[in-house]
């Protein structure tokens, strides 16, 4: 247990130095020039890797340190990338950035083995093929049917990764999760209504994952019974089968539809009861195993038959009243709870659906009755939890009642009641339940619950005392709980803890991050105290090295080190020539702000020369617009330019003329200058003074900005 207490220590003591150095830089960013924050961004990577043979040399003992300091090299090149974008506003694409990227980890995934490295190639992955698909710096000019066959060639790419690992010829079981989870996000995604029109395209995908989830459910239960594909499987048919429901609804909001839905939920629970009873005959899993494949099959069909037979039933009523009833609402959702409990056979989908239609029709219903009426509801819905046996019911009901009172009571009685009391004794009431022996359900919804409650609190308030009173707490009852329950089995406890308080900084880094220099030092002495306690307690010696795949691939990662700055030396050289020795010109434009996942903030430029027509050129091709300055020395479009080697005039260069290269789209010219990178929440003041960008174009056509202003 020492040795575990150990490790922990390093992994935090290296969090906290991390997030220090992060907050450094980012306090002090804005006062850098450029050469210092491109030093500082390159640096910072390099200190990293060195820093991993360096631990590997010093603590052979503590192989995984090692190994965790050049993952976070890694992560520190992408951010370099990503700063040297931000830095020269390159019109580099996001997808193009994740790219860069993604090339050396997968080399070092491929040398190494290291599972970390695998997870980090696969969400890089994704992230490249999902900023290919949906572009953040153009309006994509991509049919329905290209558009719907990228998602799907993206969703069978996730399928294939699935299969690969399931078969074992590649071994990560969180990306095969992962793989098969965005598989069934992205036929979801295309299976919404307005996804991209109603083309045959779109219904065969559809028709092909319908028939592929009834597949699922027929090979996970029957050929290779696994629980957690099943269970994933029939979540996302429940998924389907109710945005598939709410689509027909609104397209056909009527009485005949509203009975035609309580129709199908009707059929549907038959049909599933034949379903248990065919899932208990046929499957070859293990008696333990077929309790919980019935449990989750069992949860499924109550998800879809309770939210489309409530929804249908409270739009009838709706529609036959001419108003929502929410007195009788309230009254008709406790009598759907208290037939549950009248029914005396054992039929689950039957029982837990009319369950679950009695809490969602008197739970939405009970925030619009009076008061007393809705505490009459509350200790009703307190002593079933009390009196019942089920314990999913009983955590079902645990969860409802702390949710109503967190949205009621702050709501009606915001002059007396603050949300932080309602919050703070919530965190209370569950870390009360996590402490005392209870059922180990509630001990895991509880510990959910106390940190989510804890954590909203640090949210809350604007930074004050009270917000520091807030996060010191929830910081030091975090890492205490860390250090108490890392020995402790099963690892549920520990694996909540340890989110949370990564949750926590990331948060606050995020919110803080300009104006933390001082947090900064706090977090690095902190998170050095925990390194020499960790290596004061450690007790294992240099003598026991662990192995490490750093002794066996140490040139290879050297190598991928040096593409790696190659890489980074290729970006800064070439923006660096355009910017010493393209030619500044000043441009009129009308800015807007939205942000980058991966940069930061930025406005989106819209440039008064990128509305230009251009008669008889193809969308999508090259061009070259000759510009000229008006008499306020503002650059406008001189009506020549040159597509397909071709101008559409003769031209004779003059001397203040540049010409600027671009892409031609129905809807405008795009330049690759269409991005400016600010700093952190000035978004809106750029916007309302911004009227001009100053930018540089060299010989070629490329531009760069430097400067947005009045």
């Not at 991209?196 to 459910?217: A, E, H, P, Q, V």
């Not at 039933?313 to 709706?318: R, V």
Request: net charge positive.
């Amino acid at each position: 247990m020492r040795e575990k207490l150990v490790r922990l220590g390093y992994l935090l003591g290296l969090a906290l130095v991390l997030s220090g150095i992060l907050y450094f830089f980012a306090s002090n960013w804005q006062g850098f020039d450029r050469y210092t924050k491109i030093a500082l961004s390159v640096g910072l990577m390099l200190l990293f890797y060195g820093s991993a043979f360096a631990v590997r040399k010093l603590l052979p003992q503590q192989a995984f340190l090692s190994h965790w300091t050049l993952l976070v090299g890694a992560l520190s090149f992408g951010l370099s990338i990503a700063l040297l974008s931000q830095i020269y506003n390159t019109h580099a694409e996001s997808y193009w950035l994740f790219l860069i990227w993604l090339v050396p980890v997968i080399l070092f995934s491929f040398f190494t083995k290291y599972q970390p490295f695998y997870v980090l190639s696969f969400v890089l992955f994704q992230f490249t093929m999902a900023f290919f698909i949906s572009p953040t710096g153009t309006v994509s000019q991509r049919g329905e049917h290209e558009t719907l066959l990228l998602y799907a060639g993206m969703a069978f790419v996730n399928l294939l990764i699935f299969w690969i690992i399931k078969k074992k010829h590649l071994s990560s079981p969180v990306i095969m999760y992962a793989a098969f989870c965005l598989f069934h996000y992205i036929f979801l995604t295309v299976s919404l209504p307005d996804f991209t029109g109603s083309s045959s395209l779109r219904i065969g995908l559809i028709i092909f994952y319908l028939l592929f989830l009834l597949s699922s459910f027929f090979y996970f239960s029957k050929v290779e019974p696994q629980r957690s594909f099943l269970g994933i499987s029939i979540v996302a048919f429940a998924l389907f089968v109710i945005e598939q429901f709410f689509s027909f609804i609104f397209k056909h909001y009527a009485e005949w539809s509203l009975f035609l839905a309580l129709g199908f939920v009707i059929l549907f629970i038959g049909a599933s009861v034949w379903f248990v009873k065919w899932l208990t005959a046929n499957t070859s899993a293990q008696k333990t195993s077929l309790r919980v494949i019935k449990r989750i099959a069992v949860i499924g069909i109550t998800a879809i038959a309770s939210v489309i037979g409530s929804s249908s039933l409270g739009g009838l009523i709706t529609l036959i009243t001419g108003t929502y009833p929410t007195n009788g609402m309230l009254v008709i959702g406790v009598l759907l709870i208290v037939a549950c409990y009248l029914i005396k056979a054992d039929i689950p989908t039957v029982k837990y659906t009319l369950l679950m239609m009695g809490v969602l029709i008197s739970g939405g219903a009970s925030f619009f009755v009076n008061d007393i009426l809705f505490f009459i509801y509350v200790i009703a819905l307190v002593a079933l939890l009390v009196f019942t046996k089920h314990t999913p019911v009983r955590l079902l009901l645990f969860v409802l009642v702390q949710g109503l009172l967190l949205i009621k009571v702050p709501t009606t009685y915001y002059d007396t009641i603050k949300i932080d009391y309602v919050l703070l004794a919530l965190f209370l009431l569950n870390a009360a339940v996590y402490a005392i022996n209870v059922h180990h359900a509630f001990k895991k919804a509880a510990l959910l619950l106390a940190f989510i409650f804890l954590l909203s609190l640090t949210e809350l308030s604007e930074p004050s005392f009270l917000n520091i009173i807030y996060c010191t707490v929830f910081f030091v009852i975090s890492t205490v709980f860390l250090f108490v329950t890392v020995r402790k089995e099963p690892k549920y406890d520990f694996i909540v803890g340890m989110i949370f308080w990564f949750v926590f900084l990331a948060m606050k880094y995020y919110d803080f991050v300009w104006d933390l220099f001082n947090k900064s030092l706090v977090l690095v002495s902190l998170g050095l105290i925990f390194l020499f306690l960790s290596r004061k307690w450690d007790l294992s010696t240099p003598d026991q090295p662990q192995p490490s795949f750093l002794d066996r691939s140490r040139t290879a990662v050297w190598i991928i080190i040096l593409v790696q700055l190659i890489i980074l030396g290729g970006i800064f050289t070439k923006n660096e020539v355009l910017l010493q020795n393209g030619k500044e010109i000043k441009l009129a434009l009308q800015p807007i702000d939205p942000r980058s996942l991966l940069q930061g903030d930025y406005v989106e430029l819209n440039y008064d020369i990128a509305h230009v027509t251009l008669p008889h050129v193809k969308d999508g091709e090259k061009v070259k617009l000759v510009l000229r300055p008006n008499k306020q020395g503002v650059y406008e479009y001189a009506k020549i330019y040159q597509a397909d080697d071709d101008w559409n005039k003769p031209y004779t260069s003059k001397k203040k003329d540049v010409v600027i290269t671009g892409t031609y789209h129905e809807w405008g010219i795009q330049y690759g200058i269409e991005h400016y990178f600010i700093p952190e929440g000035t978004g809106s003041k750029v916007e309302s003074e911004a009227r001009f960008a100053t930018v540089r174009v060299g010989k070629n056509g490329d531009a760069i900005v430097t400067k947005v202003g009045k």
